[in-house]
């Protein structure tokens, strides 16, 4: 199991690259010298994140593929070993959704979002694994989010899929445990993050959605992500205090969050501004259109996001902590025996 820096010429590969989260994780291994396919629909984007890559001092391998066709990522898993060679890491990201009370959202759009956000992990999943399984070694990040635990009003599609792919993880990682395989699995539970995804996903609400702060920069979740491929014997991490709290409150009173949700949980979701009925979504096509627009890496809250939390640190060393804790344990035992 991988417990060691990615080397420089290993291969990496992140879907969703385009954009937020995934282009930010890209970033992040290029820097440490990987070759890193990018897929992704987008090409506008691909190519945005492709110079990034490339001015990180990675190798960069653009892939258009849409996640939700099984066979496409077999093709495009394919084409990344014969072009850069065995894949090491497996970073799954890509999805899609629609903001939107239940009631509205049409099941053609509710498959839709599923099919990516959910089966998308599944289909690539299923195309690192037949190849890592082969070698017995390699790692795959599943890309989560507090939501995986804790449904919130308004995201009915996206709730669901991140708590099917945490039920997917756990079971695979069961699986993997039993055979004593050398591909380590691991779920990185994301806080709310300063994405494009705010500006492109098919939003039916009265006004432009946002996320629930604290916002934080898509950087502090690439290098979460770049640190559990780094360290995977891990079933998963989370990332900042939010996320922390979050689960710490629905594990202790599922009930009153319920209650509090649905009291705070729609303005908090939504700015101030009327949504554009002109708005691309990316729900069906890539949200770049015909003009070749580049999202980048962040969305539109950045004065509102943080590039740091100590939560994050504290999650990397849970040794150092422990050491701590028993070093002051230790103290305050001798100090009491000499009274």
């Not at 580049?294 to 040794?319: C, E, I, K, L, N």
Request: proline share 5%.
């Amino acid at each position: 199991m991988r417990g060691t820096p990615i080397g420089r010429g290993e291969v990496v590969v992140v879907t969703g690259a385009s954009g937020g989260i995934g282009r930010a994780a890209a970033v992040a291994f290029a820097r440490r010298g990987a070759r890193v396919a990018l897929l992704a629909r987008g090409e506008a984007g691909l190519a945005g994140v492709a110079a990034e890559v490339e001015r990180a001092g990675g190798e960069a391998l653009v892939v258009p593929v849409d996640v939700a066709d099984a066979h496409a990522v077999e093709v495009a898993a394919g084409t990344v070993e014969s072009t850069l060679g065995p894949i090491a890491v497996w970073v799954n990201v890509a999805f899609s959704s629609v903001f939107s009370r239940f009631d509205d959202i049409t099941p053609e759009e509710y498959r839709r979002a599923t099919e990516v956000s959910y089966l998308g992990y599944v289909y690539a999943t299923m195309a690192a694994l037949k190849r890592m399984r082969a070698r017995d070694c390699g790692t795959i990040v599943q890309v989560g989010s507090a939501l995986a635990y804790r449904g919130i009003p308004l995201q009915t599609a996206y709730c669901g899929a991140k708590h099917a792919i945490q039920g997917f993880h756990e079971s695979l990682r069961c699986e993997l445990l039993h055979e004593a395989s050398g591909v380590s699995v691991t779920m990185v539970q994301m806080p709310a993050v300063n994405t494009p995804q705010f500006s492109w996903l098919l939003n039916k609400l009265p006004r432009h959605a946002q996320p629930v702060p604290p916002i934080y920069d898509p950087e502090l979740a690439g290098r979460a992500v770049l640190f559990a491929a780094e360290h995977p014997r891990r079933r998963e991490y989370w990332v900042g205090s939010s996320t922390a709290a979050t689960l710490a409150a629905n594990a202790l009173a599922p009930g009153l969050l319920d209650r509090y949700l649905a009291r705070t949980g729609f303005d908090s979701q939504q700015t101030g501004d009327q949504t554009d009925p002109e708005a691309r979504s990316n729900l069906w096509e890539p949200a770049d259109g015909r003009d070749g627009h580049d999202y980048g890496m962040r969305g539109v809250f950045t004065q509102q996001s943080h590039s740091s939390d100590p939560q994050q640190w504290a999650s990397h060393h849970h040794g150092t902590l422990a050491a701590i804790g028993a070093a002051a344990v230790g103290l305050g035992v001798y100090l009491a025996g000499r009274r």
